[in-house]
Every structure is written in structure tokens, then in C-alpha cells.
């Protein structure tokens, strides 16, 4: 795969993931505290402090803050998904599905069991623990899913 191949691929996995995870997520909120803007607050948390981010509804800063970052970091985990797809080139797209969701739920035990709390994305702050959970599932989906739109089909065999 070119490298510019491999851009694209990361990139749509990494959208894919960032669109599904923050629908869904805003979704779960709307059902816990009504804001559905409030896990995209909330992963602003390491910049403007857990009580700010912590609130739901539309506020430029922690708003937009929350939303870049949480897109970067779905670009983030969809090039740790390229990279590992480069060890093991998969193809079909039930593999690709579950690459993605392994990826997934590397990123919860990563997020939540080795950084410190600051570096999480925040959710646990406005949403129960099987919400967040969701969430990393959500986007491990939106990875494979992501990743089974920009693969190419197998290699024929020569």
C-alpha cells in the first residue's frame, strides 16, 4: 500500500470512528442528562479543567476544544489500526470489523488503564461506566468500519 493509500485509509477509519463515537455518545447523554454536547465537553477536560468541561450545552471553548480533540484522537487510534493492518494484512471485511473493534477496546485499556485520568477522554464525567464503554466500542465500529471502506479488495493470486 502507498503511503498515500495508507492516509487515506487511516483517515476514513479515523472519521468513520469520530462520527459514529460522538453520535452515539451524545445520543447516551441526551438519555442521561440531556446535553448531548456534554462528552464532547468533557473530553476537553485537560485543558479547561473537569467542573468547566464537566457541564453540558454549547460552549465555544470547551465545545470546539472537545471536538478537535476528539477527532485527532480517532485519527490517532485509526493509524495505530493501519499499522497493525500492515502486520496482518486483512481483507474481508468481517476481519476489518473486528481489527476495528479490537482497536477499540485497546483504546478503553489504554485511555482508562494506563494513562493518568487527565489524559482519558473525559466521558466518565458525564456518562455512566457502561456508556463510556459503549462509546469505545462505537468507535472501534466506526474504525472498522472506516477501514473496510478504504482497503482495497485482496491481491489476486498470480
Known amino acids: 500500500m502507498r503511503f498515500s493509500d495508507w492516509i487515506a485509509a487511516a483517515a476514513s ?12 455518545l451524545g445520543l447516551m447523554s441526551v438519555a442521561v ?14 485543558l479547561f479543567g473537569t467542573a468547566e468541561a464537566a457541564r453540558g450545552g454549547w ?11 476528539h477527532v485527532v ?4 487510534w485509526a493509524c495505530v489500526l493501519m499499522l497493525a493492518l500492515r502486520v496482518w ?5 468481517a476481519a476489518l470489523f473486528v481489527a476495528g473493534l479490537v482497536t477499540g477496546v485497546v483504546a478503553l485499556v489504554v485511555d482508562y488503564g494506563i494513562l493518568p485520568r487527565m489524559l482519558s477522554p473525559g466521558w466518565h464525567l458525564v456518562l455512566p461506566w457502561p456508556a463510556v464503554i459503549a462509546g469505545f466500542l462505537l468507535l472501534g465500529a466506526g474504525l472498522g468500519l472506516g477501514a473496510i471502506a478504504a482497503r482495497p479488495i485482496a491481491p489476486r493470486a498470480v
Not at 33 to 46: D, I, M, R, V
Not at 89 to 93: D, G, I, S, T
Open 33 to 46: 442528562s440531556g446535553s448531548f454536547l456534554a462528552p464532547l465537553n468533557a473530553t476537553s477536560h485537560w
Open 73 to 76: 484522537a480517532s485519527l490517532f
Open 13 to 24: 477509519a479515523g472519521i468513520w470512528a469520530a462520527v459514529l463515537a460522538a453520535a452515539g
Open 89 to 93: 494484512p486483512l481483507y474481508a471485511p
Open 59 to 69: 460552549m465555544a471553548g470547551p465545545t470546539l476544544m472537545g471536538l478537535v480533540t
